[in-house]
């Protein structure tokens, strides 16, 4: 896989790590909300694949609350996580977009000597 196929994968994992973020604050104080989690891999010729899951993680605080005919807990998200998710992917989206803008420039470096 090329630098810039490999860098293409990560932005595309980043934007989907931080949409999932996005969605789990969004849903912070739903009850029975379970968060979604997005686990980055490497993929079988390089690049990340992401893969998208409910946490099993239990929420801090397990009150219960009816809704309907059923008992639903408290939302299992943690604002201080997804924040910090958040700001990772951004991170890693940012320097994605300048790995590939630098494989950009000195492939156009080796056109103009070559020229």
């Known amino acids: 896989m090329s630098i810039i196929n490999t860098s293409l994968s990560a932005m595309q994992a980043a934007t989907v790590q931080h949409d999932t973020s996005a969605q789990n604050i969004a ?3 739903t009850d029975g909300f379970k968060k ?3 686990r980055l891999n490497e993929g079988k010729d390089g690049g990340v694949v992401v893969s998208i899951g409910q946490s099993k993680e239990e929420a801090s605080t397990p009150d219960y609350q009816v809704l309907g005919n059923k008992a639903a807990g408290r939302s299992n998200v943690d604002l201080a996580t997804e924040t910090l998710n958040s700001k990772s992917a ?3 989206l940012e320097v994605n977009i300048k790995a590939a803008q630098t494989t950009d420039e000195m492939a156009q470096r080796v056109i103009d000597i070559k020229a």
């Open 90 to 92: 951004k991170n890693m």
């Open 36 to 38: 979604l989690e997005a």
């Open 27 to 29: 849903n912070v104080n």
